[in-house]
């Protein structure tokens, strides 16, 4: 019933992501947050919670068909670079990243290695764990940006560069 990349649900929202299985225990991500760091449990204390029903297991929400030639070369360009990433540090650094104790002292490192700063580093990280460990959990959101269609209000004052004199 667990399984790595499995979704589940709390009876109080919050939705969690199975991110790795290492002997008793398992690393979750929560997946609404902006980002979110493993946290390592029993696979005991999560089994009894399932069977108390205090968590259930849900459908993916990340799962969807992408289709490649909707894509902008942006948006391409971007996973691609991000894909490269995680493939170059994910599996090496497993462990490590896994482990509360130790992921601040490779993040740096990885930092160190890829040029990337800390804040990327665990952006990347965070949304690939959050959003299904595959390669289009790293497309950008472009959809979100830009607030299209909504009325914006800055303020009555005047805005720009006050004028001199």
């Known amino acids: ?3 790595v990349n499995s979704v589940f649900q709390y009876i109080d929202g919050e939705k969690i992501r199975i991110i790795d299985i290492i002997d008793m225990f398992l690393y979750l991500v929560n997946i609404d947050a902006a ?3 493993p946290k390592k449990e029993l696979i005991k204390t999560i089994e009894e919670e399932i069977d108390s029903e205090k968590l259930i297991p849900i459908k993916d929400p990340f799962v ?3 289709d490649e030639n909707k894509l902008s070369k942006v948006q391409i360009y971007k996973r691609e670079e ?3 990433f995680i493939l170059k540090f994910w599996d090496k650094n497993r462990y490590e990243l896994l482990e509360k104790r130790s992921r601040n002292k490779t993040f740096k490192e990885i930092c160190n290695l890829s040029g990337l700063g800390l804040t990327k580093v ?3 990280f965070s949304r690939y764990w959050q959003r299904g460990m595959n390669k ?3 497309l950008p ?3 979100n940006s830009g607030g299209k269609g909504k009325n914006k209000k ?3 004052n005047k805005i720009g560069r006050p004028k001199k004199g």
């Open 141 to 143: 959101d472009y959809i």
């Open 82 to 84: 991000d894909w490269n």
């Open 154 to 156: 800055l303020s009555n």
């Open 64 to 66: 969807k068909i992408v």
């Open 122 to 124: 665990k952006k990347v």
């Open 35 to 37: 980002t979110s760091m």
């Open 1 to 3: 019933m667990i399984a």
């Open 136 to 138: 289009n959990a790293l």
